[in-house]
């Protein structure tokens, strides 16, 4: 029985925090469902009909992650007017994402549409929930529709395969893709770089094994369960944006913002270099994220 006890105690401490983001998206999910209900919404779920209940939501997030993280947003001035891409690291949980989802539409009433990996869209009862946030599949086409209106529009080229088998060295798992540059040059629009420091010191993944890594290879679905939730210090950098060049190749787009995204690359130019022993500890440690929290000289 003590066994049994302790053992429960463990798994609780690692995956309580995990498991309550979990409790509190399908939560706001229903609370759109009773908003949807009692006003007879039926308009786009991307129209102002349904800024005041996004607005609600972009506060209790902004909320947890101002008690939790002590959460900043940095150089949202880099941001352009119109549209854009931004291209973000992914954490084993993307909750600094949410964050910054949050903090933006809270201080510039703006919504970015977000590319996300095809299972999310099979998880059950989250269906309004995406499309009230502009949640998309993110196919060429679906990304030029929202660039060409005016979106910002988000992608993280390393998306499920970097969550579950990156780790605290913040190594880019990207691949071949360039889907996102591609884009970029057809729309004519700036891709514009984003990382948070620490995300992955306040959520982990279990060392990478063989038999997860052909598991998702072979299924494209996440079996790893993250574990963590530690109050660590959380600060989101909207970098510099790389304008549109129409006499650069996609390929060397992607080397271009690998180099000036990412201030935790090792292979990078000195500016990017200074930057990285400034906001970023490599290998990550959680002891002086959590203590972080508690450096004013920082803020």
């Given at each position: 029985?003590?066994?049994?006890?302790?053992?429960?105690s463990?798994?609780?401490?690692?995956?309580?925090v995990?498991?309550?983001?979990?409790?509190?998206?399908?939560?706001?999910?229903?609370?759109?469902?009773?908003?949807?209900?009692?006003?007879?919404?039926?308009?786009?779920?991307?129209?102002?009909?349904?800024?005041?209940?996004?607005?609600?939501?972009?506060?209790?997030?902004?909320?947890?992650?101002?008690?939790?993280?002590?959460?900043e947003?940095?150089?949202?001035?880099?941001?352009?007017?119109?549209?854009?891409?931004?291209?973000?690291?992914?954490?084993?949980?993307?909750?600094?994402?949410?964050?910054?989802?949050?903090?933006?539409?809270?201080?510039?009433?703006?919504?970015?549409?977000s590319?996300?990996?095809?299972?999310?869209?099979?998880?059950?009862?989250?269906?309004?929930?995406?499309?009230?946030t502009?949640?998309?599949?993110?196919?060429?086409?679906?990304?030029?529709?929202?660039?060409?209106?005016?979106?910002?529009?988000?992608?993280?080229?390393?998306?499920?395969?970097?969550?579950?088998?990156?780790?605290?060295?913040?190594?880019?798992?990207w691949?071949?893709?360039?889907?996102?540059?591609?884009?970029?040059?057809?729309?004519?629009?700036p891709?514009?770089?984003?990382?948070?420091?620490?995300v992955?010191?306040?959520?982990?993944?279990?060392?990478?094994r063989?038999f997860?890594?052909?598991?998702?290879?072979?299924?494209?679905?996440?079996f790893?369960?993250?574990?963590?939730?530690?109050?660590?210090?959380?600060?989101?950098?909207?970098?510099?944006?790389?304008?549109?060049?129409?006499?650069?190749?996609?390929?060397?787009?992607?080397?271009?913002?690998?180099?000036?995204?990412?201030?935790?690359s090792?292979?990078?130019?000195?500016?990017?270099?200074?930057?990285?022993?400034?906001?970023?500890?490599?290998?990550?440690?959680?002891?002086?994220?959590?203590?972080?929290?508690?450096?004013?000289?920082?803020?």
């Amino acid at each position: 029985l003590i066994i049994a006890s302790l053992t429960i105690s463990a798994i609780l401490v690692f995956f309580i925090v995990p498991l309550t983001i979990v409790f509190f998206i399908y939560l706001t999910n229903i609370l759109l469902l009773i908003y949807q209900r009692n006003n007879e919404v039926k308009a786009d779920p991307l129209s102002d009909v349904w800024d005041s209940v996004r607005k609600t939501i972009a506060s209790f997030w902004d909320i947890y992650a101002r008690i939790w993280h002590g959460y900043e947003l940095h150089g949202v001035e880099n941001l352009p007017e119109g549209p854009g891409i931004l291209v973000y690291y992914h954490g084993a949980i993307p909750i600094d994402y949410l964050y910054f989802l949050s903090r933006l539409f809270l201080w510039k009433k703006r919504i970015c549409l977000s590319v996300a990996d095809h299972f999310v869209f099979r998880l059950p009862g989250l269906k309004l929930l995406l499309e009230v946030t502009g949640v998309i599949p993110g196919t060429r086409e679906e990304c030029l529709t929202a660039l060409k209106n005016g979106y910002l529009v988000s992608i993280s080229p390393g998306g499920v395969r970097e969550a579950l088998f990156s780790d605290e060295s913040y190594q880019l798992m990207w691949g071949n893709r360039k889907g996102f540059a591609q884009v970029a040059l057809e729309a004519k629009v700036p891709i514009i770089p984003m990382y948070t420091q620490n995300v992955r010191e306040g959520y982990r993944m279990f060392k990478e094994r063989r038999f997860f890594r052909q598991l998702y290879e072979s299924t494209r679905l996440p079996f790893t369960p993250p574990y963590g939730g530690l109050p660590v210090k959380f600060r989101t950098y909207v970098g510099k944006p790389i304008p549109y060049d129409p006499n650069i190749t996609a390929e060397e787009l992607v080397e271009k913002v690998c180099k000036g995204k990412f201030i935790f690359s090792f292979q990078t130019k000195t500016a990017v270099q200074a930057l990285i022993s400034k906001h970023q500890t490599i290998p990550g440690n959680i002891w002086k994220a959590l203590l972080e929290r508690f450096d004013k000289r920082r803020k």
